[in-house]
C-alpha cells in the first residue's frame, strides 16, 4: 500500500493516509489500528521518536506509551502490548548526523 505522511503541526505530529482509500491510520481505546475517513482527531496523530539506535517509534498523541507495531507476517500489534524498546515498533532507520 502506498502511504502518505501528513504533518501535524510543527514538530514531529504525523498523520499517516493511505492513497488509494483515503484513510488514515488511527487507534482506538483497546489499542487496535484502525482506518477513518477524517483524521484530525488526536487518536490519528502520532508522535516520531528517535530512538538510541537511529530507529523511529511511532508513539499515539491521545496514548501516550502505545506505539505503532506490527509483527514479523505484518499484522497490527495490539498498542497496549508493546513499547519503545521492542523490534516491532521499529520503523525506518536514520543515519545518524554527519554519515552519508
Not at 77 to 99: D, I, N, V, Y
Request: aromatic share 10%; net charge positive.
Amino acid at each position: 500500500a502506498k502511504l502518505e505522511v501528513e504533518t501535524d503541526s510543527f514538530g514531529s505530529r504525523i498523520r499517516i493516509k493511505g492513497v488509494k482509500t483515503g484513510y488514515y491510520i488511527c487507534m482506538n481505546k483497546r489499542g487496535k489500528l484502525i482506518g477513518k475517513r477524517k483524521g484530525r482527531g488526536k487518536d490519528c496523530i502520532f508522535t516520531e521518536i528517535v530512538l538510541e539506535n537511529n530507529y523511529t517509534a511511532l508513539q499515539n498523541a491521545k496514548y501516550e506509551g502505545w506505539y505503532m507495531a506490527f509483527t514479523r507476517k505484518g499484522r497490527p500489534r495490539k498498542a497496549s502490548k508493546t513499547r519503545q524498546h521492542q523490534r516491532e515498533a521499529h520503523f525506518m532507520k536514520r543515519l545518524p548526523r554527519g554519515h552519508l
